[in-house]
């Protein structure tokens, strides 16, 4: 297993280093093997493990004073860290395989002629680095991948190098690495008080100062799942290519914060009442905040950030019911990392697939998509439908688990929390299905008329996540279910 664990995550790194050395087809093709074979290790990995738990820690730092005893490297494997793994292998896999047509000079809206093989190192690179997250064993290991993320993304959202987005890479880097800040304070804290990184080490603080610690946590979730007061940065960070923004910004690094919080959350008891009070009512404001910007949003990209954004509260909001004592609630939020993975991933790979056709993503300018774009416009209503929790499609299972556990909480705070989440599933379903109705029904814009057919490995992209929107609670529930 120690192997299979080693070449998991080795494997993206010299996938990176070959694809920038290579030419950009060479370089296509190792990033494509590199991805497929993480997503194999990873399958091996879950499926020898699983229901049980692996814990291994093999390297420590003996020429650091105080951390020479302390075996700090190795890697966890349990129900949780599977599931991020799932995420993570698998929507790697699939956007890799679309990035192969989608950064080239046949896409309409960007045509790109050089700097594929620097947007291929660094999201292999990334691809590493989440790897890293899931199946790190404590927290120290845990922040040098999360901090190894905080540069790929700052690489990868400033990829096309024009002002808008390096002006957004630079703000994702601030905005993240300041968050970071206040993990890293945690992370000494912890270890100052217990003389250990383990995740279960909060249990020995006193009461006062685990409820700092997890706020600590909680404010560098925030900023990396972009969450209120942190949100602003993932709307710009729309400026990157549309496979940075599948993965970064639906599967990977935006989930790597609310990982942070469920995973602190399964390993501790006793943390406060009012502390899960807090990470559920920050998370209700965050799903209205960001479902009132759905009604200023033209650009397709910005309104799937505005979504994300929302998404990711649910899943704080099932973590912090988990905490009030919710169990259903802490089963909907995390189920919901890897169904809002399938539908959020599909929907921005639609709107890339429309770009590339089109050379446009601007609501008002598109219309009668489904006479030219079949199987895209298919795709993104499926993934609308289970973006917004209509069975039997992913997100229903999650969402469901959701308004159970609220139900569960019962009172003034599980109506407080029950009522505004309503709202916001009713008003995302009323304005994705208006999205819809205006892009791909009616009369065929201009822009529409003329449009580049997809090509294969695209299309291939979409009928891989059409199927994960049905499978992914398939996979999901078996692990949360042991968590």
């Known amino acids: 297993m120690n192997n299979i664990v080693l070449i998991m995550l080795v494997i993206p790194v010299l996938g990176a280093i070959l694809s920038g050395l ?14 497929g074979l993480s997503l194999i290790c990873a399958a091996v990995v879950i499926i020898t493990v699983f229901p049980g738990t692996l814990k291994v820690l093999l390297i420590n730092l003996p020429w650091i004073t105080g951390l020479e005893s302390v075996n700090i490297f190795g890697y966890l494997i349990d ?58 064993p404590n927290l120290l290991q845990l922040y040098i991948f999360w901090e190894l993320t905080t540069i790929c993304s700052w690489a990868l959202i400033s990829h096309y190098r024009d002002e808008d987005s390096l002006k957004a890479g630079f703000k994702a880097l601030l905005m993240t690495f300041s968050g970071g800040i206040f993990f890293a304070i945690a992370v000494v804290i912890i270890y100052a008080k217990t003389g250990s990184f383990d995740f279960s080490a909060i249990n020995s603080l006193s009461p006062g100062l685990k409820n700092l610690i997890f706020l600590f946590f909680l404010i560098a979730a ?42 602190i959350a399964v390993s501790s008891y006793s943390i406060s009442f009012g502390m899960g009070l807090l990470t559920a009512i920050m998370a209700v404001v965050t799903m209205l905040v960001g479902v009132y910007f759905f009604f200023f949003q033209d650009d397709l990209k910005k309104l799937l950030a ?46 890339g697939a429309i770009s590339y056709s089109t050379g446009v993503r601007s609501i008002k300018d598109l219309s009668g998509l489904s006479y030219k774009l079949p199987l895209v416009s298919t795709a993104f209503m499926i993934g609308f439908l289970a973006l917004t929790g209509i069975p039997p499609f992913s ?89």
Not at 24 to 35: C, E, N, P, T
Not at 434 to 454: A, Q, Y
Request: with cysteine; glycine share 8%; hydrophobic share 55%.
């Open 22 to 35: 290579l030419n950009q087809k060479k370089s296509d093709i190792s990033v494509l093997i590199a991805s």
């Open 395 to 483: 997100c229903f299972w999650s969402k469901y688990f959701l308004f159970i556990g609220a139900v569960n909480i019962g009172g003034i705070i599980g109506y407080l929390i029950l009522i505004p989440f309503l709202l916001e599933t009713i008003v995302a379903f009323a304005w994705f299905l208006r999205v819809v109705h205006i892009i791909f029904f009616g009369e065929v814009s201009k822009v529409s008329v003329d449009v580049k057919k997809p090509s294969l490995v695209i299309n291939l992209a979409l009928i891989v996540l059409i199927i994960l929107c049905l499978v992914a609670p398939l996979i999901g529930l078996p692990l949360i279910n042991q968590i």
């Open 79 to 136: 129900p949780l860290s599977m599931l991020l793994l799932a995420v993570v292998s698998i929507m790697g896999f699939i956007v890799m395989l679309y990035s192969i047509e989608y950064i080239s000079p046949n896409n309409k809206e960007h045509p790109t002629y050089e700097g594929k093989q620097r947007h291929n190192f660094w999201m292999m690179l990334f691809i590493a680095s989440m790897i890293g997250i899931a199946v790190s």
């Open 222 to 263: 925030w900023a990396k799942s972009a969450q209120i007061p942190f949100y602003t940065w993932l709307p710009d960070a729309m400026a990157a290519p549309t496979t940075v923004s599948m993965y970064l910004h639906a599967a990977a690094m935006v989930k790597a914060g609310v990982y942070l919080i469920a995973r």
């Open 306 to 351: 505005y979504s994300t954004i929302t998404h990711l509260a649910y899943i704080l909001l099932g973590v912090g019911m988990g905490i009030m004592g919710s169990k259903t609630g802490l089963s909907g939020g995390i189920l919901h990392i890897i169904n809002h993975a399938a539908a959020k991933g599909l929907l921005f790979l639609c709107v």
